[in-house]
């Protein structure tokens, strides 16, 4: 299974939401060894997790 | 002094209410959310152990009651989804047609140091309102609320291909945003 960039990006945000099948999970790392825009991608949805779970955030700067 | 602890908890009253209304949408239910929190927040004053802000503790003992009260109301609001909300259509003009990002996802830097910003979650918020109604919803109840994919789908009474088409549109959505509103002005 060869992978577009739009592929990509639908199975890292399905991944974040359930266990992807072995050919996917097998298709996207491959897809991500050869692409930085998706790797980038895949970084940002994983951040934005982190990010979603802290909201609403400090209610000063530089508190957690 | 109990007394100091209340006063000082119900300060932060309107920031919890913004917040449970983001989430419930219903203002009777989100004040429910809100006065049940502060209570159990009195209640339980001596287990805060000053190891976050008091804001971040308040909020998690609200997000509990929040995610109780979905439960509880479950099936009484389901879903109205348009068709525009689960297609993937007008994503096309991210990518050429050969499938590449026209234009090429920025790099955000370091990004975990606007976790420790106040405007960084500004911005959020106002990204995450400028998502479709239900898109923002299930999205802030799988990744703020932090409930499993299975149960929304469950709450809501959607497929569970609805539900990953709406995180998905949340995520890029907000990551379209997020590097035009943030990271393209401050990393």
């Known amino acids: 299974m060869r992978l577009t960039c739009k592929d990509a990006g639908r199975l890292i945000s399905e991944g974040l939401d359930r266990k992807l099948s072995l050919p996917q999970r097998a298709a996207l790392r491959l897809h991500l060894a050869f692409c930085d825009a998706c790797t980038r991608v895949n970084a940002q949805f994983r951040f934005m997790r982190r990010a979603a779970a802290r909201y609403p ?8 | ?5 209340t006063l000082e908890f119900e300060t932060h009253r309107p920031a919890l209410l913004k917040f449970a209304m983001l989430q419930l949408r219903n203002q009777a239910q989100a004040e429910d959310a ?7 927040a009195i209640q339980g004053a001596k287990n805060f152990g000053g190891k976050s802000s008091v804001r971040t503790w308040l909020v998690g003992i609200l997000k509990h009651k929040i995610v109780d009260l979905i439960r509880r109301s479950s099936r009484e609001q389901p879903l109205d989804l348009q068709d525009a909300e689960t297609s993937l259509e007008d994503f096309d003009v991210l990518y050429k047609e050969d499938g590449h990002y026209v234009s090429m996802p920025a790099e955000w830097g370091d990004p975990e140091k606007a ?7 500004e911005t959020l918020e106002r990204c995450l309102q400028g998502l479709p109604k239900n898109t923002a919803r299930v999205f802030m109840m799988r990744e703020v609320l932090g409930i499993e994919t299975g149960e929304i789908c469950k709450e809501l009474a959607i497929t569970a291909t609805n539900c990953w088409v709406l ?10 945003c997020l590097e035009e509103r943030w990271f393209s002005t401050d990393a």
């Open chain 1, 57 to 64: 955030g400090p209610d000063r700067d530089g508190e957690s």
């Open chain 2, 115 to 121: 976790l420790s910003q106040r405007k960084f979650f």
């Open chain 2, 1 to 5: 002094m109990p007394g100091d602890k």
């Open chain 2, 34 to 40: 809100v006065q049940e929190t502060l209570i159990a």
């Open chain 2, 167 to 176: 995180l998905y549109r949340a995520r890029m959505g907000l990551r379209v």
